[in-house]
């Protein structure tokens, strides 16, 4: 389970355990100021995997300082260089394909085949940022009169970035960021999760052989509440693209509220509904409702965890949904274990709770309270919840997911949008205008029909209520990283 660890990568000079340094000015430094490490566990084991840098203040500091000193030339580099980089940081991610799969799924929990589509698909954001950029267009209008203009809006980048990512999707999140970030002329400070760091350990190695000028993108490790937030106050800091959960977006939008211009980009939490009409064909809508709820053993935050089923076709749904969960979707096969002891606890009480209030256990059951061997936890279908349950109403991130049905379009539509969370959802019909007339008026930031997890880059990607503030993906990212000034030329 330890692929070539060293693998030309930097150890520490003990070679282990596993340690994991930032990485500033193209440099792994070793540790200043303190001599803190925080484990991180190898979710099938429960055994300690790495050790990551507790980054204290003024290890954020240093990092900020170095970002600070490359943004003046890094903002003046032409699209096509900046492109061309960017371009060769795709391919040498493309070389180290399987090295940053096996270490996701070994870091994450997440199964090897997941880990190599999500390490795909962080190639294409650098792809996709490095092409974006070279063919921008943009507007010019002529103001008639005595005062007439000629008049356009430009933009530059911002400064310098807060970047920072959770633990489901480590690398593919965190290259959603620093992609866009490098292209549109900003550089940054990347703070990955410190449950899952090992992929963006490896990026900084990536960087470096990519040529990428030092200081231009920095990776720090350590706790939220320390360096998170240290990073996220820096008055340097111009700018905070962060994904993670609803209240860590909260507390980030308090700290940063007095520094009014500083840009913010907050993707959070989701609790997702997926409405399954009566005119389905069950063949396709019970694989596709089970891949909603399970990918990732339900750690991805657009995972599908409320589904609402039309009474007429709602018995049988259950049973051939219940039966195809159990037979496709089982642990240590297609199933990983949840990230880490905390996380275990976290679902844990969500299907305590569930039982409490006696709720059917379709499948699944609850785990024992300590986790053996690992944090496994079957995937688990619930019915009977009341929709005022918290197991309904929050957000569980983890294998289970709760089956109702409901009489009329209308009522589906009330029952998807009960929830404060508003991040995406899945619509089941082959009604065409139903497809409009349902999925136009769901409160979510990503409406997929008929399908799951399809993503186009060039499109918005966010939420609604409390699952964001602003949008990312193509000219969206465009104004989260760039200043807009509009000139008037006589
Ligand atoms: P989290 O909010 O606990 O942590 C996310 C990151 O923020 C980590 O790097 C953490 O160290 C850092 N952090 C924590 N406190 C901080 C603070 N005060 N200041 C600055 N940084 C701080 O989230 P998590 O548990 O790692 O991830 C799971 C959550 O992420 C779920 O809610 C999930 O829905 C959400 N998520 C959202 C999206 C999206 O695109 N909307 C994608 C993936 C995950």
Known sequence: DTPERANNYPTDSAGSPFRIQNFIDNEFVENTKTDEWIDTFNPRTGEVLAQVHKSTASDVDRAVDA?????????RTTRQERSEILLRIGSILEEK??????????????????????????????????TYILHEEGAVRFVDGPSSTLTYEHRSPVGV????????????????????CLAFGCTGVAKPSEVTSITAFLLGEVFRQAKLPPGVMNVVFGDGPGAGSTL???????????????????????????????????????????????DVDLAKAVPLAAQASFENSGQICLCGSRIYVHRKIYETFLSEFVEYVQRNYRCGETVGPVVSRQHYAKVRSYLLQAQEENARFHTGELPDEAPQNGYWIKPTVLGGVRTDSRVMREEIFGPVVTVCPFETEEEAIELANDNPNGLASVLMTTDVSRMRRVGERIDAGLVWVNCWLVRELGTAFGGMKVSGTGREGGAQSRDVFTNLRTLHVR
């Open 161 to 180: 970035f807060a970047l920072i990512s959770p633990w489901n999707m480590p690398l593919y999140l965190l290259t959603w960021k620093i992609a866009p």
């Open 232 to 278: 996220v106050k820096s008055p340097r800091v111009r700018g905070v693209s962060f994904t993670g959960g609803t209240s860590t977006g909260i507390r980030i939008r308090q700290d940063t509220v007095a520094d009014i211009g500083k840009h913010l980009s907050l993707e959070l939490g989701g609790k997702n509904p997926t409405l399954i009409f009566d």
């Open 67 to 75: 970002a600070s000193r490359a943004f003046p030339s890094w903002s």
């Open 97 to 130: 394909r399987e090295l940053f799969a096996v270490w996701e799924s070994i870091d994450q929990g997440k199964t090897l085949a997941r880990a190599r589509i999500e390490v795909d698909r962080a190639i294409s954001n650098f792809r996709y940022f490095a």
